[in-house]
């Protein structure tokens, strides 16, 4: 059974750091990762999609990185703003040809002005 | 907005009442997803549709739940007697299934449900 972990739980940090957020899961076989953003009481959000055959993916100031042999996958965020204070969520499908998703608890991101 | 649209945003139930929720994906597209997400947890796949079939269930998805996606537009879900344990965030998500595994998912903004 695919489980997928994040860590921190929890992470605050002042605005205009660098920032990485660590997830791995336990079976290397995914089709892809995903990170997605959620705001409180919201849905999620797509921010990057990584393809199993990917390394990685870059959106502005976001970089997610998949080391699938090692299982782990990181998203790098440059120069932290208060608007990114979220939840961030990572996930990995396990299904061929469809977005069956294994979701981490998430990590959630405080970024103090 | 012509975003993924769920209905009610909030509901509150007694036990052992049957609730129903709708959401309605983007317009062309073919694939909707149901997940359910409690306090503090990652969301978890219960079911998807292809256009108006439903290609698999999760085992969370019990027979008090169900699922329909008429004419491949819009979907229900149904919880028939519900428990406390029903409590959770509804989301629904759809997508283009072509281009898999590029494949977007685009969540709505779930419904919450309370049951006391």
Redesign the interface.
Known sequence: KQE?TQIPAALSVPEGENLVLNCSFTDSAI??L?W?RQDP??????LL?I??SQREQTSGRLNASLDKSSGRSTLYIAASQPGDSATY?C?V?V????????????TRLTINP | DTG?S?DPRHKITKRGQNVTFRCDPISEHN?L?W?RQTL??????LT?F?NEAQ??KSRLLSDRFSAERPKGSFSTLEIQRTEQGDSAMY?C?S?A?AG???????????T?LSVL
């Open positions: 997928v089709y892809n995903q997605f009481g919201k849905g999620l959000t797509s999609l393809q199993s969520l996930a499908s299904v061929q040809g469809a977005q069956k998703l294994v979701f981490g608890q998430g | 993924v769920q694939r997803y997940y503090g947890q990652g969301p978890e796949f998807y292809q290609l698999e989301l998500a997508s299934a898999y595994p590029r494949e977007k998912l685009f969540f709505g903004s779930g919450q």
